[in-house]
């Protein structure tokens, strides 16, 4: 898990308006399908590295739902909010990517690898 949040370049080419709003974030949404064939989606906490989005959790390594993260599976995470509740303005990004599962000793990990953004809002 990244300590502290640095800037590198990515493949999903985020402008410098996406990168900044990623970088101060650190909930999100994570969709994906398991292997009962059925859709999820789960409130994560994220760092992002500006590459490389990085789930983890003290019970992540005992999620079932985690269990079924293989290499390559396809994730959506969804980093959005409200920027201002009395004018109700929605921003936020959606990203598309591939994500893995390493286990690290007793410590669990996935990491995300962006293929695809949309964002809106910012």
């Known amino acids: 898990m990244m300590t502290q ?3 590198r370049t990515t493949g999903a080419d985020f402008t410098e308006k996406e990168l900044r709003y990623l970088m ?8 994906f399908v398991c292997s009962d064939t059925q859709a999820h989606i ?5 760092e ?11 019970n992540l390594k005992y999620s079932e739902r985690f269990q079924d993260v293989s290499p390559n599976s396809k994730v959506t995470l969804l ?6 509740p009395t004018k109700w303005v929605p921003r936020g990004v959606e990203i598309t990517g591939e994500a893995e599962s390493t286990e690290k000793g007793n410590y669990l990990y ?9 964002s809106w809002g910012l």
């Open 110 to 118: 996935v990491r995300i690898k962006p293929v695809g953004k949309t």
């Open 24 to 31: 101060e974030r650190s909930l999100g949404r994570l969709a």
């Open 42 to 46: 789960m409130p994560v906490l994220f």
């Open 5 to 7: 949040r640095t800037r």
């Open 79 to 84: 980093v959005d909010d409200v920027d201002s």
């Open 48 to 58: 992002f590295d500006g590459a490389y989005f990085y789930l983890s959790g003290w």
